[in-house]
């Protein structure tokens, strides 16, 4: 492969092993991973994310330098742990662990550690691990003995039972149907130095799967509630009033993507549409492969098409514009889509005009229809150079495919920024490479250049299933990564959705 390109190598799948061999059972897998942990030490708030591998087995939960976990940075012991819980006030896929804190003479105190996952479905996944650790853990005489006296002590009534029962219902709530993953187990986050997830082995990234793949909340934009995917959806969202057809144009076949905003449903063309309006304008899901939330389904079964257009195309039979259909060139169905809901032509007392789109000629777009779309989690990058004179960077990135761009949100003053971000981009072809490059953002002047990385689609699976890159950037003349790393990295999920 050119120099810059990926390095692909398969990630091995992370499988629940116990200390004799195979998990029984009933117990509870050893489990690794990486996760992000906010130092414990400095100024507060002004404590740093650092990024390590972590371990969860009967001694408790440790931490290394690394996956080769020569070099250990801490460790919890089982006996000290207190609880465990998701933190979404910080966060979506952030969790807090408590823990006695062993330095301390007084039982009632405690530590706390911040994690993040990089996903949902990871964040879940130790929860729920972390809590059925400690609904098993066995109190010793000693330490019933100790934590009674203490508590005595300081006039608490608050019983051992309560506690473990908190555990127990942690432990139920984030239960994954069973100790049983796929053939392949659970997997973990892709670790710095693997650098493809496995196909068998897509990360864990939702709860419970109701009725077909799911990415994830990323795009979904659901709570801690279960969350619905693929037929489940489908059924309920196509049995809404004017659900049956595209809200925007005459295609005539059943359609597969939705605003969830908005409320409507449109197809695959009028979809281009809507993300180019962009987020603020309209929210764009997949009714097949989504996760949706009880709460935007029914949002959409509050409005659907019908509704939708009776308001937003009220006066549309008393202009001279029509619908488009079918084959309208790009151009009409954009200027059609941006009136009907930027500029509100067509409602009553509408003005109903259209905006002008700039055509461009059959050599710039080239007459191709486009075979999917590319899904693009932005998830974080490590040992970035120091592109400004406080030894930080302004980091952004930018996507391309062909003449197709998007650009995620600058993450400020950060040598291993955290992003968790969505985009996608269209596909014309399994036979393009998708250019990842990064920026430094400059307030004056052009924009720095940090590094690219590059993916050939053909290393994507094409069934829908999400796959994790974590993706050596060549970097620009003279920069260096920092931290005493060998490279410089961008960590970045992909799921690519064919239009069949």
Known sequence: MSV?????????????????????????????????KKSSSGVPGMRVWQRRFFVLDDAGLQWFEDDSCSVQRGSVRLQLLRGVEPAPDKGESRFVVRAHDAQKGDDRLEVRFDFEADSVGLMKRWVQLIARRLQQQPFSAEAHAARAASLNRQGHRASLAAAEAQMEAAAARFSFGGDDESEAGPSAAAPASAHRRSKSAPEPDTAPRVGGSKRGSAFAGGGDADL??????????????????????????????????LGTLFCIKCAGVHRLMGAHVSKVLSIKIDAWSEAQLQHMEARGNAAV???LEASLDQTAITKPGPNAAAEALEAYVRAKYELKSFVKGGAGVLPTIEAKSTAQVGMVEFIGILFIRLVSASHLPKMDALGKTDAYARFSLGDRECRSKTCKHSLNPKWSESLSLNVRSEK??????????????KDDFIGQALVPLSDISLDGTPMGFDLTLQLHTKQQPTGGATRASVAVELTFNPLS
């Open 309 to 311: 257009n009776a308001d």
């Open 228 to 261: 619905l995917s693929g037929a489940p959806v489908e059924a309920r969202l196509l049995r809404i009033a004017g659900n049956s057809t595209c809200a925007d144009c005459h295609d005539g076949g059943a359609p597969t993507w939705a605003s969830t905003n």
């Open 432 to 445: 393009e490479t998708l250019i990842v490059k990064l920026y430094d953002e400059d307030r004056i002047g």
């Open 4 to 36: 810059g390109a990926a390095s692909l190598a398969a990630e091995p799948a992370l499988s629940p092993v116990g200390p004799g061999g195979p998990a029984s059972a009933d117990a509870v897998p050893e489990f690794k991973g990486w996760l992000s």
